[in-house]
Nanobody, 120 residues
Framework: VQLQASGGGLVQAGGSLRLSCAAS????????MGWYRQAPGKEHELAAT???????NYAHSVKGRFTISRDNAKNTVYLQMNSLKPDDTAVYYC???????????????WGQGTLVTVSS
């Protein structure tokens, strides 16, 4: 199973970006998907997660500005980021809990990371 993230880049404060992450490979189904981030010199932290039933959970720091969504048919998760701030500058990693067998075997997978830079 591979997760391919895209959509990062450089944006001015107040701007928007949309991240995408597509899962491929031997997938039976995908449970929770999410986005995490790591800013320079800081710890890895949750940005947002979404269940297969589209129930979303957000970090306090992004609530009201970021929207997570997913397309189960495409095994893809998105992160719409609006009103970006310099503090949002980080490498963003997608994550998925994937069922890889019909016996219920689950594994956690991570994308390669995409850099988001917000200038002031």
């Amino acid at each position: 199973v591979q997760l391919q993230a895209s959509g990062g880049g450089l944006v001015q404060a107040g701007g928007s970006l949309r991240l995408s992450c597509a899962a491929s490979g031997s997938i039976v189904s995908i449970n929770d998907m999410g986005w995490y981030r790591q800013a320079p010199g800081k710890e890895h932290e949750l940005a947002a997660t979404i269940s297969r039933g589209h129930r979303a959970n957000y970090a306090h720091s992004v609530k009201g500005r970021f929207t997570i969504s997913r397309d189960n048919a495409k095994n893809t998760v998105y992160l719409q980021m609006n009103s970006l701030k310099p503090d949002d500058t980080a490498v963003y990693y997608c994550n998925a809990e994937v069922q890889i067998s019909y016996w219920g075997t689950r594994r956690d997978y991570w994308g390669q990371g995409t850099l988001v830079t917000v200038s002031s």
